[in-house]
């Protein structure tokens, strides 16, 4: 995550400005050229993701995500190939498992389970990474800065 | 000494005396009241300080990476599923551990006794059948075992082991009034409360870890420096992504035996966490964690038709 | 040193008075006995064994911020060191282990030319006041290691029950004014002089209970165990069941050992200093990969030679009041006093 002073989405809570930031881990093979396709196809969506591109969503660990939220991120979205087009045949499986506990986990502790988010993006599907961004951006805008879980807002 | 000690002491002694083990890992008085401490016999003698009572709470599979090549082991329900998680990840060889079935009354929750007495010092505690005296001072408690039994215990599906090479049956395995998961809040705000207040307790000693025989990772997220994951101090966001990762990475592997609550110095108590995981697990997967041998652990492989109900669809 | 009585109603009277202009903090019966800061008297747990976590997090916090930085801000503020919250505080009630845990870190933090600002100023900005005990629970052994019910060490005031009376409000406490902090805090409260009768009463009954606690192994011999039995394998069978964890350290009045880190994000951050414990198999990591200490016996080895030969050596006692909380701490049950039993019988 940048820090510059410009940053359109800096966090100051007081601020009427405030957008959210949103951290996305896309999978090399699917759902980061779906990406890369919304951007050829000037979709238009919402500024407020940042992409960190992994090899599949099985590399995912679930620490990065709880990371991420105590580093102060207020969303974060995690998407792979469908189920089935694994570029490794069946890492989005693996990953499916993982996903589906640490969901409910956090469902329990009592996390606002909305901003966090896992979805399906292929390669030829521009359009639907652009649409899926703006859903998890309303999603996790409505819910406004992320308290629990985040430690460096308070550095 | 009643029937079921007598023959723990027994057992332990003819394998023992067979050379069919070089150590065999029980249970003896321990310094307090309530607090049985791991025994650790190796010869007759070691074999006569062995005890048991509703106070053999702690899940002594912790051991059994040990130095000692053939090891037995006094195994309740939850123990003996320890053991199996445990072999099919491979810790130890199967024909190099004797697992001594314990039939369980269920076990007794130390920190419930201190909230009725209000005090954590005791100086006696004695069973007088179904229940427990305790002495703290001049003042005497007597209390329902069934009221001080952990709350494992009381929804213990499999008090009596699954899994053994010997059986002892001195006593039936008999849970007294068995309760329910007791529900979560069903607001969410109240769920981070409750929460945020039992992380709040951490002072992260990593008791609870470390009396884990399935927390043995070399090196724990939460030590790893080379990136800092979860910072060391007991802050609030440090000790509740602590607190989640350990339930995590028991999904599918906790086997509910209720030694890291009995643990914890400072009564953290997240076993919710873990039984909603077994609940996940039981339901999207069909697993039930340390039932057979020949299950495969649900995150170690995948299902082609596994739910998909929190996937976020455009 | 001035001795006088002093009614339960009338300690509630001054405790009201203290609340009023300082932060009190006191045990109180929740679950179980714990310090925490009271509003009122009435919250104050008077009959307890003792407190499940020591005073120690009082002056010594699990968690420190010592300075702030930020690149972004201007040059004089890069660097920003933290102030110490050190409000002007009443420890109420503790037990008089507890105090002279005190007198003990203060041989660590307060010695020149290496004082500790934060704990020097929380510990110059709180007065203590001590309650003795009347009745020893199950693990205690302090004088073993010099202390007692009656132990004065560390504390400002001290309170003795001598009626426990029908009614709580209804006791009565000799009330002894150790230093004069202590005396500050009765500024305007008119002591009686206790009589002589009542004192030496007071007296027999704290050498009576004293009596009663056995007396754990010979810690003069225990502090050559560095020289006579380093190598010997008695460590190796005291620790057969330590699993390594904390509990023990951090439930200590006396442990002490930290550890610094940067916590960095970004161009800016915090040094914060957080309890550390010689148990934990990665205290003595090096960056190299070298572990110094890799075996579980050795770690336990150093726990108690650093409180029973080192500590003695460099700060003139041993770093254990006796107070038991690792006794009941230990997750598995192991008990300090057994081990230095068996250590005694090698030395």
Known sequence: MTHSVQDPTSKNQKSSAWQPRILAFLCNWCSYAGADLAGVSRLQYPPNVRVIRVPCSARVDPLFILSAFRRGADGVLVSGCHPGDCHYLAGNLAARRRFALLKALLDEAGFEIDRLHFSWVSAAEGGRFAELIHKVTEKVRALGPAQPLAKERRL | ?314 | MRRGTITREDLNELIRRWTAERKVIAPVRRDVVELSPVGSADEIAMDYSNTQLPTKRHFFRPSEVLLRFDLRAAPDRHVVEAESDADPTVLFGVRPCEARSHTLLDRVFLREPYCDPYYQQRRANTAVVVLGCTSAGPTCFCTSVGGGPNDHAGADLFLTEIEHGREAHAAIYLLDVVTERGASLLTGFDLPEADAGLIEHASRAAAELAATLKTIADLERIRTAAQTAFDDPVWQAICLSCVGCAACAFLCPTCHCFDIQDEVSGGRGRRVRNWDACSFAHFTLHASGHNPRPERHQRCRQRILHKFTWFPENFGAAACVGCGRCIRACPMGNDIRRWLEAIGKKV
Not at chain 2, 176 to 204: L, M
């Open chain 2, 1 to 314: 000494m009643n029937e079921l000690i007598r023959q723990i002491r027994d057992t332990a002694r003819r394998l023992l005396e067979e050379r069919q083990v070089e150590l065999v890992l029980g249970f003896e008085a321990g310094p307090l009241p309530l607090r049985n401490t791991p025994c650790f016999a190796r010869s007759a003698d070691g074999a006569d300080r062995l005890t048991w009572d509703r106070a053999c709470g702690l899940n002594l599979a912790v051991f059994l990476d040990g130095p000692a090549r053939r090891i037995a082991i006094l195994a309740k329900g939850c123990d003996s599923r320890a053991i199996v998680n445990l072999l099919k990840e491979r810790r130890f060889a199967r024909e190099n551990i004797v697992i001594v079935g314990v039939p369980c009354e269920g076990m007794i929750d130390r920190r419930k006794v201190e909230r009725r007495l209000g005090e954590t010092d005791f100086d006696d505690a004695r069973f007088e059948g179904e229940r427990l005296v305790v002495r703290s001072g001049a003042r005497t408690l007597e209390l329902p075992v069934a009221e001080v039994l952990r709350d494992a215990c009381r929804e213990c599906a499999m008090p009596t082991p699954v899994f053994y090479d010997i059986l002892l049956d001195g006593a039936t395995a008999r849970i007294p009034a068995a309760g329910s998961e007791a529900a979560s809040p069903a607001d969410r705000a109240e769920r981070w409360q409750r929460f945020e207040a039992e992380a709040a307790k951490c002072i992260r000693c990593y008791a609870c870890r470390n009396v884990c025989p399935l927390c043995y990772c070399r090196e724990c997220c939460a030590d790893q420096s080379g990136p800092r994951w979860v910072g060391p101090a007991p802050t609030p966001a440090d000790n509740q992504v602590f607190l989640l990762m350990r339930a995590l990475h028991l999904a599918g592997r906790c086997v509910d035996c209720g030694a890291c609550i009995e643990a914890c110095p400072v009564g953290v108590d997240v076993r919710y966490l873990f039984k909603r995981m077994e609940r996940e697990v039981r339901e999207r997967f069909g697993y039930e964690s340390g039932r057979a041998l020949d299950e495969k652990p649900p995150l170690a492989g995948y299902g082609t038709d596994d739910p998909e109900d929190f996937i976020t669809d455009v």
